[in-house]
């Protein structure tokens, strides 16, 4: 088994680290977005396909690898200092992962999705398996630098992170979340237009993921709402098409539902039955 080692730190830091460990041609795409895009083409005696990325500011970055390896590798990735969340789809093969050479090991099996933070100086570890296509994205959020979206922030932190400094979870198939990726594969290839498209899939996923683990079922859509009128109107600024039959709907419908939270009319929903493990 080859065993390779990521030191974490700046966007640009990561994706040289990934060069150095398995070779190939790397491309970053500067805009006028302030949205930088890296690719990491690979052909070597280790693996072939390609990396990808997208680092939005601080409010959150996206992964997603398409790769083969030619033989077993583990890959040991250093604990980060922001205290990101990780919220990951694997749309095929398998992803194993530890935290620590010997811990406990779990998997993320083809269209599951899976959920990871680590405070803890332990490093975290993920092992491939060898000639095997596999095919899995990772939505990185941190949670201890200036944000933004605080209120949602502290929500991600609050149900996706333990005292011990280790939390996993492993989903079952969600086809809502297996829709959003594949939706991500036709945006446009390039321009503004691009960059808010995808930003607003990967929030809603994470709205997804934030919506199954709480208790609410109405609470939720509510910063749902809120970010997709606010996307919407940020596309209608890019494009000449009239988007107020759009955006109508979607301030009706925010605005009842902020009158049923205030008059406490919430609907509940019994509490979500998730498997932790650590």
Same mark, same amino acid.
């Given at each position: *088994?080859?065993?390779?080692? /990521?030191?974490?730190?700046?966007?640009?830091?990561?994706?040289?680290?990934?060069?150095?460990?398995?070779?190939?041609?790397? $491309?970053?795409?500067?805009?006028?977005?302030?949205?930088?895009?890296?690719?990491?083409?690979? $052909?070597? %005696?280790?693996?072939? !396909?390609?990396?990808?990325?997208?680092?939005?500011?601080?409010? *959150?970055? #996206?992964?997603?690898?398409?790769?083969?390896?030619?033989?077993?590798?583990?890959?040991?990735?250093?604990?980060?200092?922001?205290?990101?969340?990780?919220?990951?789809?694997?749309?095929?093969?398998?992803?194993?992962?530890?935290?620590?050479?010997?811990?406990?090991?779990?998997?993320?099996?083809?269209?599951?999705?899976?959920?990871?933070?680590?405070?803890?100086?332990?490093?975290?570890?993920? #092992?491939?398996?060898?000639?095997?296509?596999?095919?899995?994205?990772?939505? !990185? *959020?941190? +949670?201890?630098?200036?944000?933004?979206?605080?209120?949602?922030?502290?929500?991600? $932190? %609050?149900?996706? +992170?333990?005292?011990?400094?280790?939390?996993?979870? /492993?989903?079952?198939?969600?086809?809502?979340?297996?829709?959003?990726?594949? $939706?991500?594969?036709?945006?446009?290839?390039? !321009?503004?237009?691009?960059?808010?498209?995808?930003?607003?899939?990967?929030?809603?996923?994470?709205?997804?993921?934030?919506?199954?683990?709480?208790?609410?079922?109405?609470? =939720?859509?509510?910063?749902?709402?809120?970010?997709?009128?606010?996307?919407?109107? &940020?596309? %209608?600024?890019?494009?000449?098409?009239?988007?107020?039959?759009?955006?109508?709907?979607? @301030?009706?419908?925010?605005?009842?539902?902020?009158?049923? +939270? @205030?008059?406490?009319?919430?609907?509940? @929903? &019994? =509490?979500?039955?998730?498997?932790?493990?650590?």
């Amino acid at each position: *088994m080859k065993k390779l080692y /990521i030191n974490t730190g700046s966007f640009d830091a990561v994706f040289n680290n990934l060069k150095e460990s398995f070779g190939g041609n790397l $491309k970053v795409n500067v805009n006028k977005v302030n949205v930088n895009e890296y690719k990491l083409t690979i $052909k070597s %005696k280790w693996a072939k !396909g390609s990396i990808t990325g997208v680092r939005f500011e601080k409010e *959150m970055s #996206y992964l997603s690898f398409d790769l083969t390896f030619n033989q077993e590798v583990s890959l040991s990735i250093e604990s980060n200092p922001f205290s990101p969340v990780f919220f990951a789809y694997c749309e095929n093969g398998n992803v194993l992962h530890s935290f620590g050479a010997n811990g406990a090991i779990n998997c993320l099996k083809k269209q599951q999705s899976g959920i990871l933070s680590n405070s803890s100086t332990i490093n975290s570890v993920l #092992y491939f398996q060898s000639h095997q296509q596999i095919q899995f994205s990772i939505i !990185g *959020m941190p +949670t201890t630098i200036e944000n933004q979206e605080i209120d949602f922030v502290s929500q991600v $932190k %609050k149900i996706f +992170t333990s005292n011990s400094g280790n939390y996993i979870y /492993i989903g079952d198939k969600n086809h809502k979340i297996e829709d959003k990726s594949q $939706k991500l594969k036709i945006l446009p290839n390039q !321009g503004a237009l691009r960059y808010v498209l995808m930003k607003s899939i990967l929030r809603e996923i994470l709205e997804l993921e934030i919506a199954q683990h709480s208790y609410n079922y109405l609470t =939720p859509f509510v910063p749902i709402l809120n970010f997709a009128v606010k996307q919407l109107s &940020e596309i %209608k600024k890019l494009s000449d098409i009239g988007f107020g039959h759009i955006i109508a709907p979607a @301030l009706y419908l925010k605005r009842n539902l902020q009158a049923r +939270t @205030l008059k406490g009319k919430l609907l509940e @929903l &019994e =509490p979500y039955n998730q498997k932790l493990a650590s």
